[in-house]
């Protein structure tokens, strides 16, 4: 299996909501990322995780919330989004250390 | 301040060899570059990486220059399927830094 794979493809929420994007990846990597992309701009880091444990958070609001129950598992639970926080969300892993990462096909989110 | 630039786009040929360039000044000795390629509705795919010289897979190459200011990621007779953005991801210590994206257009 070389794939990594995100539910759902498609998500529309209120600014109430609480909601969950999953990913999965069974390649034996143990980096795991949430990614954010905006429309026709590059991908922008949100966390990492290495080895199941919170690696990097780049300053994201406390409404993202990222999971690792295991190795396999990566998922963003989300809280009182806003509008602003529409977007393509990307899940990506590798082995630590290495950026040829593998990326899933996305959750795009919409926030009403 | 650790910088990434790539052309904004290019146009080309069916059969003809592509060249995309990066630049990134601040690069360390180490520091790997890594290009994607990404389809509209898509996660970006892992193309090509490598730090020094040249590097060749089944798909394309990456030269790096000596002074390893920018790499310049060459695809080989390109065909319509290879229409996409093509980005450049440059390690810079532990900040990655994504470029802007190159949209590729190929035409027949």
């Known amino acids: 299996d070389t794939e990594v794979t995100q539910t759902p493809k498609h998500l529309v929420m209120g600014m109430t909501n609480k909601k969950s994007l999953k990913c999965e990846q069974h390649?034996?990597?143990?980096?795991m990322y949430w990614y954010k992309q905006k429309a026709k701009k590059p991908p922008e880091l949100m966390f990492v995780?290495?080895?199941?444990?919170?690696?990097i958070n780049e300053s994201v609001p406390s409404r993202f919330s990222p999971e690792c129950p295991n190795s396999s598992l990566l998922n963003l639970h989300l809280h009182a989004l806003q509008p602003e926080d529409s977007a393509l969300y990307l899940c990506?892993?590798?082995?630590?250390?290495?950026?040829?990462?593998?990326f899933g096909s996305g959750t795009r989110l919409t926030v009403v | 301040l650790a910088k990434t630039t790539q052309p904004i786009s290019m146009d080309s040929y069916e059969g003809q060899e592509v060249n995309i360039t990066c630049s990134h000044n601040?690069?360390?000795?180490?520091?790997?570059i890594t290009w994607y390629q990404q389809f509209p509705s898509q996660g970006p795919r892992f193309i090509i990486q490598?730090?020094?010289t040249k590097v060749t897979n089944e798909v394309a190459s990456l030269f790096i220059p000596a002074d390893r200011k920018s790499s310049t990621l060459s695809l080989p007779r390109v065909s319509l399927s290879d229409t996409a953005v093509y980005y450049c991801?440059?390690?810079?210590?532990?900040?990655?830094?994504f470029g802007a994206g190159t949209i590729l257009r190929v035409k027949s």
């Open positions: 990506a892993s590798s082995q630590p250390g290495n950026y040829g990462y593998t």
């Open positions: 991801l440059v390690e810079y210590g532990n900040k990655l830094v």
């Open positions: 390649m034996g990597h143990r980096a």
């Open positions: 490598g730090y020094k």
């Open positions: 601040n690069i360390a000795t180490n520091d790997y």
């Open positions: 995780y290495s080895y199941e444990k919170l690696s």
